[in-house]
């Protein structure tokens, strides 16, 4: 029963994890469109990546 209770934490651990990626590509997007609109979603987000 104790593998139950890890599982379902790794789990709810796991949606999170996305949940928290997601925030941060969105507020990454939404700042690549206020500043540089000009340039591709790619790029700034590869900028984001190498900073940290």
Do not use: C, N, W
């Not at 934490?9 to 949940?19: C, D, M, N, P």
């Not at 507020?27 to 590869?46: C, G």
Request: aromatic share 8%.
């Amino acid at each position: 029963m104790e593998s139950i209770g890890f599982r379902s934490e790794l789990f709810g651990t796991l949606v999170v994890v996305i949940v928290a990626q997601k925030l941060r590509m969105l507020v990454i997007e939404d700042e690549r469109k206020y500043r540089a609109p000009h340039l591709s979603a790619d790029l700034v987000v590869s900028r984001y990546e190498m900073s940290g």
